[in-house]
């Protein structure tokens, strides 16, 4: 009961300003509430994140420079359980490149919003050279999304380095290498599947890394698969506003939630 009070002094704030997540999350160890909020603050927006024990504020811009490109940025302080923690995010692009990074510190995951722990990051480099192709270069490190409380390696993060050539040819194909302890294979697709438009994404990483990952793309609907080896996956659909989301990843979980937005 003392969490849901908690909650409804985050929730006035966000529903005065137009944009609230709310859902709630259930796995062994029990339900956990999250909320997510923002509201317009100039040319940015700043944002906050509760998935108790653990709480997040931070603030997100974007910068137009013109023929010179764009830069989008962010920044998010965290507390709770374990102690402070942080991240910060950065987006650019000029010409045919384009960077994407992320770099942040928690000392204690808190699912479903804050998922990683210890130090986590990603940088990836885009660069086109020509109007149907794409070079990708990505370096992440993190920690997988699996509970302590379920018992799984909570102190385990990995690198992953990854290439990726992406090519059009009607539909969007795909092809790369990684490392991540053993190096792995990369393959993709993406194009249309059905008379209204419908859009059909494949991803899969065999070999060091064994994922399938799967979307498709249904107007106002969407619906997401993942597969993964050691044995993981979940299923997530959302209906317009409404997420529904089921997954098992050493235990079963699942995740409801309902976004409502104003202009």
């Given at each position: 009961?003392?969490?849901?009070?908690?909650?409804?002094?985050?929730?006035?704030?966000?529903?005065?300003?137009?944009?609230?997540?709310?859902?709630?999350?259930?796995?062994?160890?029990?339900?956990?509430?999250?909320?997510?909020?923002?509201?317009?603050?100039?040319?940015?927006?700043?944002?906050?994140?509760?998935?108790?024990?653990?709480?997040?504020?931070?603030?997100?811009?974007?910068?137009?420079?013109?023929?010179?490109?764009?830069?989008?940025?962010?920044?998010?302080?965290?507390?709770?359980?374990?102690?402070?923690?942080?991240?910060?995010?950065?987006?650019?692009?000029?010409?045919?490149?384009?960077?994407?990074?992320?770099?942040?510190y928690r000392p204690q995951r808190a699912y479903p919003l804050f998922p990683e722990e210890g130090f986590f990051g990603r940088l990836f480099l885009r660069y086109r050279p020509a109007a149907s192709g794409v070079v990708g270069l990505e370096l992440a490190r993190g920690t997988p999304p699996r509970p302590p409380s379920w018992g799984l390696?909570?102190?385990?993060?990995?690198?992953?380095?990854?290439?990726?050539?992406?090519?059009?040819?009607?539909?969007?194909?795909?092809?790369?290498?990684?490392?991540?302890?053993?190096?792995?294979?990369?393959?993709?697709?993406?194009?249309?599947?059905?008379?209204?438009?419908?859009?059909?994404?494949?991803?899969?990483?065999?070999?060091?890394?064994?994922?399938?990952?799967?979307?498709?793309?249904?107007?106002?609907?969407?619906?997401?698969?993942?597969?993964?080896?050691?044995?993981?996956?979940?299923?997530?659909?959302?209906?317009?506003?409404?997420?529904?989301?089921?997954?098992?990843?050493?235990?079963?979980?699942?995740?409801?939630?309902?976004?409502?937005?104003?202009?």
């Open positions: 009961m003392k969490r849901l009070f908690a909650l409804f002094p985050f929730c006035a704030l966000a529903l005065a300003q137009g944009r609230l997540e709310a859902g709630l999350f259930a796995a062994l160890s029990g339900p956990v509430p999250a909320l997510e909020a923002g509201w317009a603050l100039g040319e940015g927006e700043v944002f906050a994140r509760l998935a108790l024990p653990r709480g997040a504020l931070g603030y997100a811009g974007s910068l137009s420079l013109g023929p010179l490109g764009f830069l989008a940025y962010g920044l998010q302080g965290e507390v709770g359980e374990g102690g402070l923690g942080g991240a910060a995010f950065l987006e650019g692009g000029a010409g045919p490149l384009a960077l994407e990074g992320r770099l942040g390696q909570p102190g385990f993060s990995s690198w992953r380095l990854e290439g990726s050539y992406a090519f059009r040819e009607g539909a969007t194909y795909t092809l790369g290498a990684g490392l991540s302890g053993l190096p792995y294979a990369l393959l993709g697709w993406k194009g249309e599947v059905g008379e209204e438009g419908e859009v059909l994404e494949l991803l899969l990483r065999l070999g060091g890394v064994n994922r399938l990952e799967a979307g498709l793309y249904l107007g106002e609907a969407s619906l997401f698969l993942t597969l993964s080896y050691p044995w993981a996956g979940s299923l997530l659909a959302w209906l317009g506003d409404l997420g529904l989301e089921a997954g098992y990843e050493g235990a079963p979980y699942a995740w409801v939630r309902y976004a409502w937005r104003w202009p």
